[in-house]
């Protein structure tokens, strides 16, 4: 009787302990939006403030070094001034990504990483109100873009952490293949993506 417990009195340490030591996490973040406004080629293009989602599942490959997938989304108004108008294009940004995550040390329960890697991204039309122009005579945007950023989590417990990070995206202002050019920069900008959300370990 004494054995069996002294085994269930054990079992929530090894429990935690497992928990520890999980190699796995998941996490889903709320996302802010903010791309630069860009001046070239005679057009001028800004933005409003956008908001969204990030996904992300992470691997511990070493106890410092992880792999990260990230799946994101976020909407946005695009603007664009140049001499044949003004134009507004109702966006939604969508984030295929893979990054690499380090962290050196950890403070009590943060533990401070930096993060870098590389994503496709797609630049969706909605066709609503919020769009000035008829959707036909544009085409969603795709390109190849590089995120990076830092953060911190805060352990709750062995199984759950806050995360807050800053994400940038350096990646090719889109165009939507306006007829004449009118939307096209040619410039390439940065999309601060800043998140915070909750991770679970498994």
């Avoid at 401070?112 to 609503?128: A, C, K, Q, S, T």
Wanted: net charge neutral; aromatic share 14%; with cysteine.
């Amino acid at each position: 009787m004494k054995k069996w417990m002294l085994l269930l009195a054990c079992l929530p340490v090894a429990a935690a302990g497992h928990a520890q030591e999980s190699r796995q996490d998941a996490s889903v973040s709320g996302a802010g939006f903010f791309p630069r406004a860009v001046n070239a080629n005679a057009v001028h293009e800004s933005n409003t403030i956008g908001y969204g989602l990030l996904g992300s599942y992470r691997y511990m490959v070493t106890p410092h070094l992880a792999g990260e997938a990230n799946y994101g989304f976020d909407r946005d108004i695009f603007k664009y001034a140049s001499s044949q108008g003004y134009t507004r294009v109702h966006t939604q940004f969508q984030e295929f990504s893979a990054e690499a995550v380090y962290s050196a040390f950890s403070y009590h329960n943060l533990y401070p990483f930096i993060e870098g890697g590389i994503g496709g991204y797609l630049f969706g039309i909605i066709n609503d109100s919020k769009t000035s122009v008829a959707t036909g005579t544009l085409k969603s945007s795709t390109t190849i873009g590089v995120p990076f950023g830092g953060g911190v989590a805060y352990e709750l417990s062995p199984s759950f952490d806050i995360r807050v990070a800053y994400r940038g995206i350096v990646v090719k202002a889109p165009s939507f293949n306006a007829p004449s050019g009118y939307t096209n920069t040619g410039r390439y900008f940065t999309i601060t993506n800043p998140v915070i959300g909750v991770a679970y370990h498994f």
